[in-house]
């Protein structure tokens, strides 16, 4: 029911931005940017999960290829579940990495599915457990982009997504939770979904030849 209640919403957001924008008309609309190369970096990652990644972007007149790598994430209490707290949980990503495929709406405006691997380290209750894992998520989102002036191909770009759990490539789960028996003979669950859930992003970015 989450799911298809999410999917609704952005359906139903990505119609009305395409009924409204003057820019959408057909596939045969000539948009601007068209067959250039971005690289970008996301500027909220850093604050908020430590590390950094870089993404690199190629449009045609309507279709997206995206490819993101990410090193050195860190989730803090902020960012887990009641579960993973009360296990006193410190969890890494070293590394996360996947391509995407969008469609250009407008100019500036595309939609994407990006699809993710993520690489998971987990301490629990200050090393009774250590687990490290894969996790995979599929994240549809919107993206929108402007450039810092006519001239320049810098630019910011920002983004919302909601990554959905796909899966990971631990073995005896129950229930998406790995059970496990601490030192006290407790028996104990680590929720070994991390990944998942909405993000909002902000990207420096730079497009190659962007007005030729």
Request: glycine fraction near 10%; charged fraction near 20%; aromatic fraction near 16%.
């Amino acid at each position: 029911k989450k799911l298809t209640l999410i999917a609704s919403i952005l359906v139903i957001s990505w119609t009305n931005l395409f009924s409204q924008d003057p820019t959408y008309k057909s596939d045969r609309t000539v948009l601007k940017y068209s067959n250039k190369f971005s690289l970008g970096s996301d500027l909220f990652q850093p604050f908020l999960l430590g590390g950094f990644n870089i993404n690199g972007t190629y449009m045609t007149n309507r279709w997206v290829f995206d490819y993101s790598h990410g090193v050195g994430l860190e989730i803090d209490d902020n960012f887990q579940t009641d579960e993973q707290q009360a296990l006193n949980a410190e969890i890494e990503i070293p590394w996360t990495t996947g391509p995407g495929l969008g469609y250009r709406i407008t100019n500036n405006l595309d939609v994407r599915l990006d699809f993710k691997a993520h690489r998971i380290e987990a301490n629990l209750l200050q090393g009774q457990q250590e687990i490290e894992y894969t996790q995979f998520t599929i994240g549809p989102g919107t993206f929108y982009r402007f450039y810092f002036g006519k001239n320049t191909g810098f630019g910011l770009e920002a983004s919302v997504r909601y990554w959905f759990d796909f899966g990971n490539d631990l073995d005896n789960l129950s229930d998406g939770n790995l059970d496990f028996v601490d030192n006290s003979g407790n028996d104990r669950s680590f929720d070994a979904d991390v990944a998942s859930g909405i993000g909002v992003n902000l990207a420096l970015i730079y497009t190659f030849n962007k007005n030729k």
